[in-house]
């Protein structure tokens, strides 16, 4: 039995692999844009939208290999008032973001859904808090020199593993969930369905 990513994140793939997961990554083809507008015009919030959209990828996948695990992940961040922020379009985009939400707290929401023979098996929605801090237009234009357009496919214009951390003072949260994937909980499925060693 396979693990497949359900996804191209670099992010997903290193962390799978620092950790010794066998898998193969194939990319979802699923219009994320699309069904992203579709699910917010019934009403999910960024918690539910982010599940959706995990089940939505590995569920495609699943249906063309059903006798491998296909898992599937999305990240989704949510200011305190409930509105949803976007990858940011350009570096003028998330230089606005940024200035906007310095100072501020949000809440990041990751999502993988295992599905075998096209039905989802497995599920886990994690959430981080974190407080973003005051930065001057000056830190934000080098953050940007240094960042874009690396981070153009980052939701929140952030990889915490790498200069990103430099925008928080206070993360309430697993780094894993952060960068993408709720991994030590997939860990112990993946251990309990023989993929991983126990």
Request: contains cysteine; aromatic residues 6%; proline residues 4%.
């Amino acid at each position: 039995m396979r693990l497949i990513l359900a996804s191209q994140s670099a992010s997903r793939r290193a962390m799978l692999d620092a950790a010794g997961v066998p898998f193969e990554a194939m990319a979802a083809a699923v219009d994320e844009e699309s069904a992203k507008a579709s699910l917010r015009a019934e009403g999910r919030d960024a918690r539910a939208l982010a599940d959706a959209l995990a089940e939505l990828k590995a569920t495609k996948l699943s249906r063309k290999y059903p006798q491998d695990l296909v898992l599937g992940c999305d990240s989704t961040v949510a200011l305190d008032d409930g509105e949803m922020i976007d990858k940011a379009p350009s570096r003028a985009a998330a230089a606005d973001l940024l200035r906007r939400m310095a100072g501020t707290r949000h809440r990041l929401f990751s999502a993988a859904v295992i599905c075998e023979g096209g039905v989802p098996v497995w599920r886990f929605v994690d959430v981080a808090k974190m407080h973003m801090r005051a930065m001057s237009d000056e830190f934000v234009d080098s953050y940007l020199d240094a960042e874009w357009p690396a981070i153009s496919g980052c939701v929140g214009g952030y990889r915490i593993e790498g200069p990103g951390v430099q925008l928080f003072d206070r993360i309430e949260g697993n780094q894993f969930t952060i960068m993408g994937l709720p991994l030590l909980q997939l860990l112990t499925y993946l251990r309990d369905r023989g993929v991983m060693p126990r």
